[in-house]
Structure formats: structure tokens, C-alpha cells
């Protein structure tokens, strides 16, 4: 399994942006289905977007498309999550991971890599 590390988090003003990145080891990250959930204070975690193998295709959940983006370098071994016109509400633990399938999945049962999560504080 590809082991996942998350870093980029942080405080930010709504309104803002930031990008957080997760770089892999030990697998072959071209292989993987890669992913961004989140966990909000006293809520489950959430999906927020997929991307597969190649990076030309990704899927969004409803309340981030058209402000986060997520990316790829595959010669880096690195996924990123661009998010613009950052709300309180996204306000949550962003956690990076993987899934050795083909296809995209927003299930967090589908993925079996998981990073340690990354702080994301969205002032008001």
C-alpha cells in the first residue's frame, strides 16, 4: 500500500485560498485513484473530490465544485487540492487517500491508503 503525507494546512481568511499537497512512497502512485475527504468538529468525514490515474478526470462532491481543484504529477508522486474562495463551513481535517482501482469513488470504503490529515481553519 502507498503510504500518504498531507501538509499545506492552516488559517486562513474566508475568501482566501489554499493548496494542500500529499506526496506518496512505497507504492506505484500512477496506479492510484486518488482522493480528499474532510472531518469537520463533531461531523463524520466527508468525500470532497477524486481524481484518477492519469489526472484528466476528476469528480466533485456538490458543496466544493467550481472552487477546489484537484491535480496530479505523477513524476512527483504528489496529489494536490487547490481551494479557492475558501467558507467557515469548509472549515475541517483534510485527509489524502488512496485506491488501488481503476475507477473514481467517493466511498471512503473504496480507499485503503490513508494520510494522517492536515488542519484547515477558515476565519469569518
Known amino acids: 500500500q502507498v503510504q500518504l503525507v498531507e501538509s499545506g494546512g492552516g488559517l486562513v481568511q474566508a475568501g482566501g485560498s489554499l493548496r494542500l499537497s500529499c506526496a506518496a512512497s512505497g507504492g506505484t502512485f500512477s496506479t492510484y485513484v486518488l482522493g480528499w475527504f474532510r472531518q469537520a468538529p463533531g461531523k463524520e468525514r466527508e468525500f470532497v473530490g477524486a481524481?484518477?490515474?492519469?489526472?484528466?478526470?476528476?469528480y466533485y462532491a456538490e458543496s466544493v465544485k467550481g472552487r477546489f481543484t484537484i491535480s496530479r504529477d505523477n513524476a512527483k508522486n504528489t496529489v494536490y487540492l487547490q481551494m479557492n474562495n475558501l467558507k467557515p463551513e469548509d472549515t475541517a481535517v483534510y485527509y489524502c487517500a488512496g485506491r488501488s482501482r481503476r475507477w473514481l469513488s467517493k466511498l471512503e470504503a473504496d480507499f485503503g491508503s490513508w494520510g494522517q490529515g492536515t488542519q484547515v481553519t477558515v476565519s469569518s
Open positions: 481524481i484518477n490515474r492519469s489526472g484528466a478526470g476528476t
